[in-house]
């Protein structure tokens, strides 16, 4: 916990205690022509050129919007996507270097639990069925009676009891659903449980179990956590690290208590400014709200990729004398629309912010 | 452990407390267990039987000519008469079977297993395979099926073994296609994403996740192949291409006994008999299979019986608690409200005496989690509620004054229009996505309104321009899939507003927009009520929205409301238990980080499976197993401010 937060950029170097490291990592999506067909299909940037590392036991969360390009991030550290460029390290063994079935052998070290356990469960198999494929596929446990063995103890592990294995998903109860998904997740000793919105489909009286479930599987199997979620309070509750996603880019990125604690990069700030409002609105106040929504992936702007909606760019383009101008979506610095912005360190370097103004204090106090 | 007391949560009877693997009869024990599967298993084995012993069954010669008895009617020398050149149709039917049946079962296989396997490849691959595969079978599909067939049978020769080519050929592509659209739809499931990224290599994926997914829709149309795959072959043997006469085929027979069907009725009777039902034992076998291998399918329906059917119209006898008559002045006014569901274990509780006021320019949120009652709340209230699913079974519901049960069908489409609002959690379902805009504001619009074009045209304009939709004008021509999330929901209140409402409902407004989309969608609800002074019933289940976006509260709790009062007040110290949990469990951010959430345990109970006295009891942590909690259902008090139903709120003041 804690560890000091490596910079993204310049080369990554592989430290021993680093589960995952993903270094500079893009994946695109078209650009091919089809076949009987004319034009080539658009380059959708889901994810560009994103650094970072999980060290052993710690969790590393990756928030966002729908259409940021965080499901495929995740989907690229467990391998089921290839990067179109960059690199995903897990364990030591770049994923790159490994064939069809090197990767499947991989994939016993990060497994993947979804969001919807009603969907991600086979309906036609039982718990006990599911939880055996896991140890089948990886020949792990051998002979009826092992595998027995190890679907119990499992089982025990999840606080299922062995009467659920006979059943099939749609006879749990949703929270029971999420226990057996955990279950076949971790069956197989793993070292990364990638966490794909784990709670958000749960009834809220039974996401605080699966989340102290989850606190406690991270503690006795030292696992590694990679989380995807938008719920922020979830991410300051159990992550270490965290990156902001917008656009397929981290625009923040760092450690918890620094990207929430004090957010720098506008769109960080935006988030927690909602996620922290417990008090009623005020009728008589205009509330702060984030205009517009997120642009298509498939016409990322210019420059900076929130420049179209950043309320720090409207701020600094209400001062004068600055080097400004008009776009379609309202007068922004120059910088902004034309210059792509690199990542600035925070003093101390626990957190980087990807924004043109996050060196300079901010010029405007935003209340 | 605290999760195991979930409460009815299994249709299957509960299992030994030891989990024992299955062992290898059990499908044939569930297949004879369900009378489809019986009655379809044993016309299939006689069938095979009739197939197999058939020509040893026979009592006479099946081709023995006889033109002295030609056109016999039934009699007892010949069970189903004689044809026209005098053999017996019986024998002709028993030594018919295995040529008939050899050809549809064949035919069939020999489409399935050409068929299936392109399909399921070209869903897998995608890409230049998917499009060369698919061309092809659109091409060959392009071509009648007989002409087909004919030129099958034309290159390899006539012969039993070359028309089963034939026909299955003809099936190909029907299966291909299926089996490719299902497969897309399965492997867009999220359970073989699941699988793929457990590691299992994808012959393991196909095999065991897709194609046990797959095979009850490729069973259903094996069955309904099978019947026409006997008729193209028949087509085949008329043209004197399928199996060569003398020997009989049923379909053959069938098609002979054309020429006869208006002077000699009963020579196609037999032989279309035995083909139908033939069809139908391979329909029911699969039927009963698919049941078996469908895990989900296999809650066995009790038959709605009579006496159930008169029970149902009989609600049960409600408290008949005096009712508080309704505020004058209030939007919405709720009194004594039950409600419950038709099943087949009668009626179902779901909403079990509810009271509630909102006032105009108020906001009043329910919350609650799944299966608590509060969208049926909402849905009763909204008049939305079908009465063939759920019925009010006591208490009065009032909008705007006006009284919202038992109204006529008109009065009752009326008093929505003029009065209710409607938001729902999914806009992009709650737009149609074959029209415009503008033509689903205008419809909102003109209902019960005498308005001229251009005036529709101002007000629908004027409506999106409410709801902070930038370039109205042009926006009114597009379609719901041109738009955002977010701005799909606009257009969804401003349509919910086009007819000035008194109340908006809205079920989970925001639930499936981004955090900063959310906010958007709240602020804009608000300065829609700040304008028209309207009544807002939010139904969510997020405490922290309702704590920034509503006047007053509601927690829902298995049909009753269990603490209600002002946002303000309630929410500064919380009186009732599960309020009281759900405030403590939800993460509370950086001071909580690393620490333990409070849980409440157990999961939320079933409808019509509560537990006696309190519902909440088994999962609360204030009562100590008392036995009050037990006893009764706690009243309804008003203890500091607020209404709730616990026996124990003091003990939290």
């Keep these: 916990m804690n560890a000091p937060f490596p910079m993204p950029q310049g080369g990554a170097i592989p430290q021993d205690d680093d589960v995952i490291v993903v270094d500079a990592a893009s994946r695109h999506f078209g650009g091919r022509r089809r076949l009987f067909s004319a034009v080539a299909a658009p380059v959708v940037r889901a ?8 060290p052993r036991g710690t969790c590393f969360a990756i928030v966002g919007e729908s259409g940021s390009g965080k499901s495929s991030l995740a989907r690229l550290v467990v391998g089921l996507l290839r990067p179109t460029a960059g690199e995903v390290t897990i364990d ?20 993947l639990v979804l969001q919807d356990p009603r969907a991600s469960l086979d309906p036609r198999m039982t718990i006990f069925d599911t939880l055996c494929e896991a140890l089948t596929v990886h020949r792990l446990h051998p002979g ?138 005020n009728r008589d106040q205009p509330a702060t709200v984030l205009e517009g929504s997120i642009p298509s992936p498939l016409a990322i702007p210019s420059g900076c990729s929130f420049h179209t909606r950043c309320p720090l760019a409207r701020r600094l383009a209400a001062v004068d004398g600055a080097d400004i101008i008009q776009t379609a979506d309202g007068r922004v610095p120059r910088r902004c629309a034309e210059d792509v912005p690199l990542p600035h360190a925070a003093p101390g370097g626990r957190s980087t912010a990807t924004c043109h103004f996050a060196a300079s204090p901010l010029p405007v106090s935003h209340d | 452990m605290s999760v195991m007391n979930t409460v009815a949560s299994s249709p299957a009877p509960d299992r030994a407390l030891d989990f024992v693997p299955k062992s290898r009869w059990t499908v044939l024990r569930r297949l004879v267990s369900q009378p489809k599967g019986i009655v379809g298993l044993t016309l299939v084995v006689l069938y095979l039987l009739l197939a197999i012993f058939g020509p040893a069954l026979a009592p006479q010669d099946a081709f023995r000519q006889n033109f002295a008895q030609t056109l016999q009617r039934p009699s007892a020398a010949h069970w ?11 024998s002709r039917i028993l030594v018919g079977a295995r040529a008939t049946l050899g050809i549809g079962v064949g035919g069939v296989s020999f489409a399935f297993l050409i068929g299936v396997p392109l399909g399921v490849l070209a869903a897998w691959r995608r890409g230049w395979v998917e499009a060369v595969v698919m061309r092809a079978i659109d091409v060959m599909l392009s071509f009648p099926d007989i002409v087909f067939a004919l030129a099958v049978v034309a290159i390899l020769g006539a012969s039993t073994q070359n028309v089963i080519i034939a026909v299955g050929v003809v099936s190909i592509p029907v299966f291909a296609r299926t089996a490719r659209a299902v497969t897309l739809s399965i492997l867009a499931e999220p359970y073989i994403e699941g699988s793929i990224s457990l590691g299992a290599s994808p012959a393991r994926v196909i095999l065991r996740h897709v194609l046990p997914n797959i095979s009850g829709m490729l069973m259903t149309l094996s069955t309904l192949l099978f019947a026409s795959t006997l008729l193209s072959a028949s087509g ?18 069938l098609g002979e006994s054309r020429s006869y069907i208006r002077s000699h009725p009963y020579l196609a009777t037999f032989p279309g008999l035995f083909l139908a039902v033939s069809a139908l034992a391979f329909n029911l076998l699969g039927d009963a299979l698919r049941t078996i291998y469908d895990p989900t399918s296999r809650r066995t329906a009790r038959p709605a019986r009579f006496l159930d059917l008169l029970r149902r119209k009989r609600a049960p006898a409600a408290p008949t608690a005096a009712l508080l008559p309704p505020s004058p002045g209030a939007a919405v006014s709720v009194r004594g409200l039950r409600m419950a569901y038709h099943s087949q274990e ?70 929505r229009r003029r009065k209710i609002g409607i938001v729902f959690q999914d806009a992009a379902n709650a737009l149609n996505p074959v029209l415009t805009v503008g033509q689903q504001l205008t419809e909102a619009v003109q209902t019960g309104s005498s308005l001229d074009a251009a005036a529709v045209r101002q007000r629908c304009i004027d409506l999106l321009g409410d709801v902070n939709i930038s370039d109205p004008e042009r926006r009114l021509d597009m379609y719901p899939h041109q738009f955002s999330g977010g701005m799909k929901q606009r257009i969804v209140i401003a349509i919910a507003l086009a007819q000035d409402p008194d109340v908006l409902l809205a079920d989970e407004p925001t639930s499936a927009l981004d955090v900063t989309i959310q ?22 289940h997020d405490l922290n929205l309702v704590a920034r976006f509503a006047d007053d509260v509601a927690v829902m709790y298995a049909g009753r409301l269990v603490e209600s009062g002002h946002v303000a007040t309630v929410l500064a110290r919380t009186l009732h238990p599960y309020t009281q949990a759900l405030r403590a469990s939800a993460p509370g951010g950086a001071e909580g980080r690393g620490k333990r959430l409070l849980t409440i345990a157990g999961e939320p109970p079933m409808i019509g499976a509560l537990p006696s006295g309190c519902a909440f009891r088994p999962r609360c942590q204030r009562s100590q197993n008392r036995s009050q909690c037990f006893a009764e259902e706690p009243a309804i008090r008003l203890v500091a401010s607020r209404q709730v139903a616990c026996c124990f709120a003091e003990e939290a003041c």
């Excluded at chain 1, 790159?96 to 497994?111: E, F, H, N, W, Y």
């Excluded at chain 2, 079990?352 to 009652?373: K, N």
């Excluded at chain 2, 009520?529 to 309207?534: D, F, L, N, S, Y």
Aim: aromatic share 4%.
């Design chain 1, 92 to 111: 030591g063994v770049a994923l790159s270097t490994l064939d069809p079935v090197g990767l499947r052998a991989m994939r016993r070290k990060v497994q």
């Design chain 2, 236 to 253: 085949l043997g008329f043209l004197g291409l399928g199996t060569q006469p003398p020997h009989p085929e049923w379909g053959t027979m």
């Design chain 2, 80 to 90: 189903f008469g004689t044809d026209q050149l005098g053999r017996d149709v019986f």
């Design chain 2, 346 to 415: 009668g009626l179902l509780e779901v909403v079990r005496g509810v009271d509630l006021d909102i006032m105009p320019g108020r906001t009043l949120a329910v919350v609650g989690e799944s299966g608590s009652g509060k969208s049926t709340l909402l849905r009763a209230i909204g008049t939305l509620a079908n009465p063939q699913e759920v019925a009010v079974t006591a208490g009065t519901i009032e909008i705007g004054g006006e009284s919202a049960l038992g109204l006529a069908p008109e009065a009752l489409r009326d008093l």
């Design chain 1, 47 to 54: 994810v560009d050129h994103v650094s970072f590392r999980v």
């Design chain 1, 144 to 281: 009826r009676e092992a595998r027995l063995e190890r679907v119990k103890a499992v089982i025990a592990l999840v606080g299922l009891s062995p009467a659920h294995l006979g059943r099939y998903p749609h006879e749990l109860s949703g929270g029971q659903r999420q226990r057996a998904a955990i279950a076949r997740a971790i069956i197989c000793e793993p070292e990364v449980l990638v966490l794909d919105e784990p709670v958000s489909a749960l009834d809220v009286s039974v996401q605080a179990q699966i989340i102290n479930l989850l606190a406690d599987l991270q503690a006795k199997l030292a696992l590694t956590y990679l989380i995807i979620t938008h719920d922020l309070a979830l991410v300051e509750h159990m992550a270490d690290t965290v990156g902001v996603m917008y656009l397929g880019r981290f625009v923040e990125q760092g450690d918890v208590e620094q990207v929430c604690g004090a957010p720098r990069h506008p769109y960080t700030q935006s988030l927690m400014a909602i996620a922290a409002q417990i008090e009623p609105l």
């Design chain 2, 519 to 540: 906010q958007q969608i709240l602020v804009l609800l608000r300065e829609m009520q700040r304008k028209r002074g309207m009544a807002i019933l939010l139904v969510t």
